[in-house]
């Protein structure tokens, strides 16, 4: 199994508490009467990229979008103990506005959702509804979007064409152009490669591994090559529960629980 | 003769194939006989209504039909082909009844009997062509204008009421309550279902009211009428009244409305709300700038379809708003501004109601009967195409 981990990539320090940018402490969650997160706790890093992996229905994506409070949107949820810390600050605490919390946590979604307008209005849209309006700021937050997201020189000269006419590998680096625009610090991604072919994967896997410099992103992903080619660190869950949290070359190559060893080669999962 | 012999992919008739024809051909039957039925209707009453509504010379349109006020109908008979034709029309049935009362041998006879009939037929046929010739036909207006009225003695004066002039104030009386009602109903509906639909919690409340808007449509519409009888009306006191009409009208189209829009709004992919709130939409505005735009043609085309549908009720305005005549516009004689919502109108439903069953039919009262039918098809057809044309119009702006 080639694991391709790059030999240059800096280690991940572990033990700084000051990078920690999310920090989440016995979290508990759960849908009605099913519980799917259990006393979870752990440090996501300043400009790391977290992978989340694990397999299916075992809480990943739940724990992903309790990061931007998505997860209010569906009925019935509750915490049930602990806390989510972003930048020091509880995000469920009663005091906290949801729309300032999502505009610092930018999300990526497993299908790629662009909206059925231009190019340049989607990438447009989250600081329209911020009340911008002057042109020459929109211009030129599309242009820079479009460059971090390495879409510009293949959209420039068609920016008032509808984002539907993309490929599918395009409308999702349009997706996270779209995300950068209103700044986030964090960026989150549900599986944002599992409905791309393999040189859409690639394209995008590039465009996130240029984007740590900036941003701090967790990604959730069922492919474990992914994981490894891409992160810093890499937390393993099985049923609700943090298995194992680590530096991604120590999950791959050295896990500690006999589970993620299991799961990270292949017998399982 | 030896059965040639059948290949692998040979067609076998079987049971199965029989019914599957049979079945298919019955569904068939079925579509032609709804096509059909649909068609004679349309047909009959272009064919009636169009010899009102269209004249042989320019500008080929009736405009005194679509404009002016009912009136009584005066009609002046030459007294001599009316009384040639009652005559003869008095001997074809005493023939007939000879023919009738013979034994079966009398083919001769029999024959005689049928050519006189046949004969005094002609000769009422070419009466009748003089009569139509000579008769005069007055409006009420132009009967009252009249220096001297016809003699007499040379003619038999009959009215039929309603059957002259147009039927202008019950066309704007229509438009003006399809209008104010879509305004009421939209505005109602379409809050109503933004709320249900993107607000309220699932659960046995939100079932139980959808349930019930569900079974409003289902009411009948003179209990509508009657509703909005007893609450506009009379508990209000707005009287007979556009405004009444208005409400009553609206309230029995909100359940197609509410609906029709929770649908559209429903159809909206999630990834649109999700994906505008993760950038930090407000839900207002993600529901405004994500869900309402593309969920827009479809509302608007159930809405107005509703309306329409709505609008060709007689029962909900007949006791809340409609005039059986009235020969005011709705603009005309109003002392205070406000006065306008509070006047009864009339109203092209109600209108054929009255003519249809209110005055006999003949000759003279057909045009009016059928003429009223087809401006009102006419105009409910308009609004059912402008509602797909918008569908089409708003549908090529947003596509996903």
């Known amino acids: 199994m080639n694991l391709a ?36 706790s752990m440090d996501i890093h300043k400009k790391e990229v977290t992978a989340l992996i694990g397999p299916s229905g075992c809480g990943k994506s739940t724990f992903l979008r309790c990061f931007n409070r998505m997860n209010d949107l569906i009925d019935n949820t509750r915490i049930l103990s602990g806390q989510i810390k972003i930048s020091g600050i509880d995000i469920y605490k009663r005091d906290v506005d949801v729309i300032e919390l999502r505009k610092h946590v930018g999300m990526v979604f497993q299908k790629s ?10 990438i447009a849209y989250g600081l329209r509804i911020q ?26 000269d068609r920016l008032g064409d509808s984002a539907l006419g993309m490929s599918g590998g395009q409308q999702q680096r349009l997706c996270i152009a779209r995300a950068l625009a209103v700044k986030p610090k964090i960026i989150l991604m549900d599986e944002p490669c599992s409905a791309l072919d393999p040189v859409a994967t690639a394209k995008v896997e590039e465009l996130i591994h240029g984007l740590k410099t900036d941003y701090t992103i967790v990604i959730v992903t069922h492919n474990m090559q992914q994981a490894a080619r891409l992160s810093d660190r890499t937390a393993f869950f099985y049923l609700g529960k943090l298995i194992e949290y680590g530096p991604t070359e120590q999950i791959f190559m050295n896990p500690e629980n006999p589970k993620t060893e299991a799961y990270v080669s292949g017998r399982f999962g | 003769m030896a059965k040639p012999k059948l290949h692998r992919f040979a067609i076998r008739s079987s049971r199965k194939k029989t019914i599957e024809v049979i079945v298919a051909n019955l569904f068939r039957l079925m579509t032609y006989c709804v096509i059909l039925a649909a068609a004679y209707l349309f047909f009959d009453i272009t064919a009636n209504g169009s010899k009102a509504v269209f004249q042989g010379k320019a500008p080929f349109i009736n405009i005194q039909f679509l404009t002016e006020k009912p009136q009584t109908l005066h009609v002046f008979e030459p007294l001599e082909p009316y009384n040639e034709i009652q005559k003869r029309r008095t001997q074809i049935l005493q023939l007939q009844s000879k023919r009738k009362a013979l034994g079966s041998n009398d083919t001769e006879q029999r024959t005689e009997y049928s050519e006189q009939i046949d004969n005094l037929q002609a000769e009422i046929e070419r009466w009748d062509a003089q009569r139509k010739a000579e008769r005069l036909k007055y409006s009420d207006d132009a009967y009252r204008a009249l220096d001297h009225t016809p003699d007499l003695s040379m003619f038999k004066h009959q009215t039929y009421a309603y059957s002259g002039g147009g039927i202008g104030p019950a066309i704007i009386g229509t438009c003006l309550l399809v209008l104010g009602s879509i305004a009421i109903a939209l505005s109602l509906g379409l809050l109503c279902a933004i709320y249900l639909s993107e607000y309220s919690r699932p659960g046995k409340t939100l079932q139980a009211i959808r349930l019930s808007i569900l079974n409003l449509s289902g009411v009948p519409s003179i209990v509508f009428g009657l509703f909005g009888f007893g609450m506009f009306v009379h508990f209000f006191g707005w009287g007979v009244s556009i405004i009444a009409g208005w409400f009553t009208l609206a309230i029995m189209a909100l359940p197609v409305i509410i609906a029709a829009s929770e649908e559209s709004m429903r159809a909206i992919p999630r990834g649109f709300r999700e994906g505008s709130l993760a950038l930090g939409a407000s839900k207002w505005t993600s529901i405004r700038t994500n869900v309402l735009p593309y969920a827009l043609p479809g509302i608007l085309t159930s809405s107005i379809m509703g309306i329409a549908r709505v609008a060709g009720e007689t029962a909900p305005i007949m006791f809340t708003a409609a005039y059986a005549l009235r020969d005011q516009l709705p603009w005309e004689g109003l002392e205070q501004p406000t006065d306008f919502f509070f006047q009864g109108v009339m109203a092209l439903p109600y209108h054929i109601y009255v003519v249809s069953s209110k005055i006999p039919q003949n000759e003279y009262t057909r045009d009016m009967q059928y003429g009223t039918a087809f401006v009102f098809l006419f105009i409910v057809g308009f609004f059912a195409l402008s509602s797909i044309l918008l569908r089409i119009h708003v549908r090529s702006k947003y596509k996903w």
């Open chain 1, 5 to 40: 981990i790059q030999p240059e990539r800096p280690k991940p320090n572990s033990a700084s508490k000051a990078k920690a940018i999310i920090e989440t402490r016995d979290f508990s969650f759960a849908y009605g009467p099913t519980q799917a997160l259990f006393d979870i």
């Open chain 1, 113 to 122: 959702n662009p909206f059925p307008k231009s190019i340049y209005d989607n």
């Open chain 1, 131 to 156: 009340g911008i309006k002057r042109k020459s700021e929109l211009d030129e937050v599309v242009e820079r979007c479009l460059r971090g997201a390495a879409l510009w020189d293949e959209v420039k």
